[in-house]
């Protein structure tokens, strides 16, 4: 949970509807859930990553 915590505080407000969805029905959503998570977060990595450099 806190791994959970950590990205949706990282992604910030533009998620919230995937961060109800994903704890209304936990089950249906999990996979593609995670899934968008990692493209997101890795998005957002690759982002800061160029702007420091």
């Given at each position: ?10 992604l910030k ?33 690759k982002r ?6």
């Amino acid at each position: 949970m806190r791994v959970f915590i950590f990205i949706s505080k990282y992604l910030k407000l533009h998620y919230n509807l995937d961060i109800i969805l994903f704890f209304k029905f936990p089950k249906k959503y999990k996979k593609q859930f995670v899934f968008q998570i990692k493209i997101l977060y890795n998005k957002n990595i690759k982002r800061t990553q160029i702007t420091n450099t």
